[in-house]
């Protein structure tokens, strides 16, 4: 259908007479449209000459994760902030720089939505010896609401050297005589270490 010319959707080169478009209404519009425009020349005489213009508009394409499947190994004791991995994207039918960055719900990353980086989060459950690797989604949204599919990000979990813990069922020794032998055991001490391959060596203090 033929709509009442908007001048506003186009602009013209004085210098050329080049008629460009000049507002993004012609490629988000839901209709397509018939557009007609008065192009003026002068030299001191003036001229009009009337242009119809005919807009179609196509479907808006989703934009897509570019970025690789592999995020950057990080330690089990990594310090909030820490970068993990970039997410990147591309809009074949849009502005790149406009693109918002998501990752799915999970207790250890998080992104910044403007620059696609993600971070170790506050409070984070990084543990090498129960989950060496951690796996999560991201995604790209464009500046017209399109949203890529996910794609799954793997960020393997590096060894950190973690303190041993008493196992010990009370902190009570046994009572003894006094006159007791050197030697005679009074408690057994019992600790653990996440770190197998770590020895425990036991020592007092007063």
């Avoid at 449209?33 to 009337?50: F, M």
């Avoid at 808006?60 to 997410?87: F, H, L, W």
């Avoid at 399109?146 to 794609?151: D, L």
């Amino acid at each position: 259908d033929e709509v009442d010319a908007d001048v506003t959707l186009f602009s013209v080169e004085t210098a050329t007479g080049a008629i460009k478009v000049g507002s993004a209404a012609l490629a988000t519009g839901s209709d397509n449209g018939v557009y007609t425009v008065i192009v003026g020349v002068t030299d001191g005489n003036s001229a009009v000459q009337e242009v119809t213009v005919t807009a179609t508009v196509t479907a808006n394409v989703a934009p897509e994760v570019t970025s690789s499947a592999a995020g950057t190994s990080v330690s089990e004791k990594a310090t909030v902030g820490s970068v993990v991995y970039t997410i990147a994207g591309n809009d074949s039918d849009g502005d790149n720089s406009a693109l918002e960055f998501g990752i799915s719900e999970n207790t250890n990353f998080e992104v910044d939505e403007n620059t696609g980086v993600v971070t170790v989060k506050e409070g984070h459950a990084l543990d090498f010896e129960t989950v060496p690797s951690v796996t999560f989604s991201v995604t790209v949204t464009d500046e017209k609401g399109a949203t890529s599919a996910g794609k799954t990000v793997s960020v393997s979990i590096s060894d950190a050297n973690d303190a041993p813990t008493f196992t010990s069922s009370t902190a009570t020794a046994t009572a003894i005589n006094e006159t007791a032998l050197i030697g005679s055991t009074v408690f057994t001490a019992v600790a653990d270490d996440k770190d197998a391959s770590d020895a425990i060596v036991y020592s007092l203090s007063g």
